[in-house]
């Protein structure tokens, strides 16, 4: 299984900026689909935004969309988060997903699509 490990996350003000990253390893990264979601105490993990294997599809919750934006660096292994324009309500611990995908144009954006997870990084927007 790939091992992912997200870095980035910090305190940020609102309609500030800021980036979240995830380093994978342990297999091929070519070979994965990947994903962003996030979670706030008491509540669900939430998707914010999916990316296919070579990069060429991308897909985000409404709530982010305009504002976040996700890409990938397959020779370096890693998935970034691109956050502008944060809000409050973006406030959230930023989970980075990875799973198998043979198709190279399909992403996937719910929580049981993904087997393999990060730690979780936090991300605090202050108003």
């Known amino acids: 299984q790939v091992q992912l490990v997200e870095s980035g996350g910090g305190l940020v003000q609102a309609g500030g900026s800021l980036s979240v990253s995830c380093a994978a390893s342990?297999?091929?990264?070519?070979?994965?689909?990947m994903g962003w979601f996030r979670q706030t105490p008491g509540k669900e993990r939430e998707f914010v935004a999916a990316?296919?294997?070579?990069?060429?599809?991308?897909y985000y919750a409404d709530s982010v969309k305009g504002r976040f934006t996700i890409s990938r660096d397959n020779a370096k292994n890693t998935v970034l988060l691109q956050m502008n324009s944060l809000k409050p309500e973006d406030t959230a611990v930023y989970y980075c997903a990875a799973r198998i995908s043979l198709n190279m144009g399909t992403y996937y954006y719910g929580l049981n699509d993904y087997p393999a997870w990060g730690q979780g990084t936090q991300v605090t927007v202050s108003s």
């Open positions: 990316i296919s294997r070579r990069g060429s599809a991308t």
């Open positions: 342990g297999r091929t990264f070519s070979n994965y689909a």
